[in-house]
């Protein structure tokens, strides 16, 4: 990073694991984003770990459960390389690839025996792997987001055969590299944040972007663009329709830059777009310090169900960094130096730390179940607890500890 100042350059090494873990966020989200809901009875689980070695190997766990109570080892666990892209739906569920652009479907039977009955291949994009943004529909109908090349592929899970790729193009900036993260699907349509990163110089994008695809037309219907935040996040709705975003891990990348070069870091914020319009309300803004009393959010907006109104995100306490240690590179997001707090999303907006959740690190996003939000929540990586959290009450308890880092929560139909 030749902008920043001497003694202060980041380890490449370190840079691409924390940068990894933070942006692989969305892994989680996936069915956090979605509008479906809980089952009732006959519950059967999918727990996604990613254990991280001290060489930086990753490997990903997945394994059925059927309480979300205890404590969770990988023993029994399907074992893949690398950090693994989870997704569920219906019966089966899905994991992309770390090593190579492929989808393999799993079936769960009535004994929780786990079986591989669908494979297919993306090969033909010349993309390396299955990247961040993703998102299930139904049962004819996921969306594969690529930044590389910049695609939005439609398929379908039944079959696990392709229905189209719309191209992404007008993503595509010089100079900086294309991340699609944290894809939701709302009422039909799929979500797709943009951002912009120049790791070589150190620079990210100041501006937020949000595309729209509709899955079934199979096209592109808008983009909202904006500059008055850095690198959005996913979309939360509210009950209204009014859908909030705020910016993710990518402006506490601007905000460490700026701190290792002695300038001053722009404070994060929260935009909204109001029911049936395609770009931001310009008369909507809201610095996140202000909302906090002074502290700003490490990560993106996340939610325990679309149209509640509630976003929640971590919040970085620079206070709480041990003697010595500084914002000046991705040291910090590995110190439990960051704690939850609930975002009212509203005119004006209302935050408060979430009740009964620790100070951790910055990891992996949450799942959402039944209405509520399951975070994990580490001091070093090495075991996760995993806490429930109530929207409503903005309180949070431990429901179950597990090997490695928390890497989704997915309930299968029975």
Partial sequence: MGCMLPGMLLSLKFLTSRLALVTAGALSLL?????????????RYVLGSVVIDPEDNRTTYVQTIDSLDGTFNNDTALELPGNGVLMAGGKNFFVGLAEEPTWVRYTVDDSGKIEETGRMSLASLGAPQIDYGNAYVDEQTAVSVFSSPAVAVIWNPTTM????????????????????????????????????????????????????????????????????????????????????????????????????????PPQNCLLRIAPGATNFDPDYYYAIPSLTGGVDSSDELQTARQGSGFGFSKMFYPDRLPEGVEAVDYQYWSLPVHKMWRVELADPPIAHEVEGIPFSTIGFGGSALGGRLYTGESDDGSTSQVYETNPEANTAELRFSMVGYFNGLYELER
């Avoid at 069915?31 to 519950?43: K, M, P, W």
């Avoid at 590299?177 to 894809?183: F, I, K, P």
Wanted: aromatic residues 10%; charged residues 20%; glycine residues 12%.
């Fill in 161 to 264: 055969e392709v229905t189209k790729e719309v191209s992404l193009s007008e993503l595509e900036r010089s100079d900086y590299s294309l991340e699609v993260w944290t894809t939701i699907v709302h009422d039909g349509l799929v979500y797709i944040p943009g951002r912009w990163a120049n790791w070589d110089a150190g620079h990210i994008y100041p501006g937020v972007s949000l595309t729209v695809l509709d899955p079934k037309a199979k096209k592109v219907l808008w983009t909202a663009t904006d500059d008055r935040c850095a690198s959005g996040g996913q979309i939360i709705f509210d009950a209204a329709g009014y859908g909030y975003v705020m910016g993710d891990g990518r402006n506490s990348s601007i905000q460490m830059f700026a701190n290792a070069n002695g300038e001053n």
């Fill in 31 to 43: 069915a956090c984003g979605s509008d479906r809901e809980v089952q009732s009875h006959g519950s």
